[in-house]
Every structure is written in structure tokens, then in C-alpha cells.
């Protein structure tokens, strides 16, 4: 389960909830420009543009949970069970990606959703792993940059592209649901409305807040899509960057799994094992981690995109409190 956004207040921000039985090795990665990634079912691919994400790393290979290049184009996989539906029979290899090679092929070489969608609209997903240890993840992506967003979705009926003015993705259903599901909301207002029962009723609210009174409150990534979406568009804050990235996260808190309020089909714990905001305009990646609400920041400095292999940051997770 997982929750991203798009965010513009003065520059573009891109948040990302990862929510999660277990790690997945999880660190932020840099992949600089001309890093060559080998490819499944094409040749090596040669980086042009540097990136910087969450990712485990494995045989030098950056598997990325989402990023952001340095156009500023963001990009997350989340997770979509049951309607994911990959190639078993690769008709153009030339088009072929594996599902893990998405998100560096399009942040590698376009810089802009226009270009992503390009691509994307030729692209086969083929059903191929990247390890027998490591199984294929039945995802969907969001791909946005300051002015747009769209979703790929490559299901039984096929590749899906869908423009995502909502700028908002989480899970099941496909996309499409979530589009008409949110109709069912556009009551809910930060504000008490004035009178009651079509001002037939001369009784006052009691509290402020009521407006909002129908904002789904329980974890389904439905009730994530509409929390988000009223949450973003009424939000206000100052546009200088540290009151932007608290934003995001407090947006991003409103949607997060606490540890016991989600329990899997496994009898495992779902918990946000970390939330990202990403500063699109300057490169900057900020994180924080389920045991460790400090954040952290990361930026994509000219050297890093310019080094000569992967950098790899392993994650702050013991919590820091300060003591006056």
C-alpha cells in the first residue's frame, strides 16, 4: 500500500508514502549521468539524466522505489495487486522493459511528462523478474513534473495511460475508479457551512471542522486518494521550501499507517516505513523513517551527477530527540 502527490507552491514537490509489511533494503540512491544499467530484453542503456530516489541496490543495479531526475521529472511505482498484468509473450523487444527497469529508462532520458508519455505509449512491460529471489512486483506508476501528471497502468485490457489532473495515486482499483469515486465527496469543505437542512433549521454547529464531516478516515486506498486530494487542495502554508517539505509530510501523516492499524492477510503489520518529500525545482530529496520522525536531507549536487557510479546512502532510522 502506498499514497503519492504532487504538490506546487512556489516549486514542485512530489511526496511519497511507502507503506509496507518489511524493508526492502531501502536506501537513497544516486545514479549519476552515463551510468550504464543493463538491460533484460534490450542493450545496456546508457543514463542521460541523473536521478536521485529511494532504492535497494542489488548486483550494482538501482531498483527504484520512486525518484526525481534532474529536469525535475518525478516518478513512484506503487503497488497494485490483482490488476497489474505484464507481457508473457514479449511481441517488440526493441519496447521491452521489465517492471523494475521503468522508473530509471524514463527518468534516464526524458525530462519532461510530455516526453515520459512519449515513451510510455510504445512501451511493453514484460512479465520478467529480476532475480528468482526477487519476484515480479505488481505495480502501477505516476509520472508528474510542475505543469502535469499522468498514471501507466498495463492491466489485462492493456497499456493505460490516464491523465491524472489530481496530481494523486495510491492503489487499488485502477485508476479510473478513483476518478469517479471522488464525485462522491465534492460536499466536504475545510469550512462549517451556513444553515441546516436547506436553511429550514435554525441550529448552529457545535465545532469547527464540520464541513469535513464524510472525509473517509480508515486506511482502503480509496479513502487514501480522497483524504489526499482534499487534504492538497485545501492546503495552505508559506512557499519558502522548509514550510513546503513540512507540508508534505503533515499531508503525507494524515495517510500513514501506524504500526497495528493495518494488519495483512499474512498476519504482518503494514506500516509507513518511511515518507519522502522530493523538491523537484532543486533536486532535493528529504525523507524520514517510521522510527525516526526527523528529517533528512539528500541533494543531487552537480558532483554527484557527475561521479562515476551509484551512491549509496544508508537511511537514519534511531530516533532524534532534542533535549533543552
Not at 469543505?189 to 464541513?211: I, K, P, Q, V
Request: aromatic content about 12%; glycine content about 6%.
Amino acid at each position: 500500500m502506498c499514497t503519492a502527490f504532487t504538490f506546487v507552491n512556489g516549486n514542485f514537490y512530489f511526496g511519497r508514502n511507502m507503506d509496507i509489511e518489511q524493508g526492502f533494503g531501502e536506501k537513497v540512491v544516486i545514479t549519476p549521468r552515463n551510468f550504464l544499467l543493463p538491460m533484460k530484453l534490450q542493450p545496456s542503456f546508457t543514463v542521460r539524466y541523473a536521478m536521485i530516489g529511494m532504492a535497494n541496490v542489488t548486483d550494482g543495479y538501482p531498483l527504484y522505489a520512486e525518484a526525481v531526475n534532474e529536469k525535475g521529472l518525478c516518478m513512484a511505482g506503487l503497488y497494485f495487486p490483482q490488476n497489474a498484468h505484464y507481457s508473457q509473450t514479449v511481441k517488440n523487444s526493441a519496447n521491452a522493459l521489465a517492471p523494475y527497469e521503468l522508473i530509471p529508462y524514463v527518468l534516464g532520458q526524458c525530462d519532461s511528462v510530455a516526453q515520459a508519455e512519449s515513451l510510455l505509449s510504445e512501451t511493453e512491460v514484460a512479465d520478467v523478474a529480476f532475480t528468482e529471489n526477487l519476484p515480479v512486483a505488481p505495480l502501477h506508476w505516476i509520472v508528474s513534473d510542475r505543469n502535469r501528471s499522468i498514471v501507466a497502468e498495463f492491466t489485462d485490457e492493456g497499456r493505460k495511460i490516464y491523465a491524472n489532473g489530481y496530481g494523486v495515486l495510491t492503489n487499488n482499483p485502477p485508476f479510473p475508479f478513483h476518478t469517479e469515486n471522488i464525485r462522491q465527496y465534492l460536499n466536504l469543505s475545510a469550512e462549517n457551512t451556513t444553515g441546516g437542512f436547506g436553511d429550514r433549521l435554525s441550529a448552529s454547529y457545535f465545532g469547527e471542522g464540520m464541513g469535513a464531516i464524510g472525509l473517509p478516515g480508515d486506511f482502503s486506498s480509496a479513502s487514501r486518494f480522497v483524504r489526499t486530494v482534499f487534504l492538497k487542495y485545501m492546503s495552505d502554508c508559506d512557499t519558502d521550501t522548509l514550510s513546503c517539505v513540512s507540508q508534505v509530510m503533515h499531508i503525507l501523516d494524515s495517510v500513514a499507517m501506524v504500526r497495528g492499524s493495518v494488519v495483512t492477510s499474512r498476519r504482518l503489520y503494514d506500516i509507513t516505513r518511511y515518507s519522502c518529500c522530493i523538491d523537484a525545482t532543486n533536486a532535493d530529496y528529504y525523507y524520514k523513517t517510521y522510527s525516526d520522525n526527523s528529517i533528512t536531507k539528500v541533494s543531487l549536487t552537480d558532483n554527484r551527477k557527475n561521479q562515476s557510479s551509484l551512491e549509496i546512502l544508508p537511511l537514519f532510522t534511531d530516533q532524534k530527540i532534542v533535549v533543552r
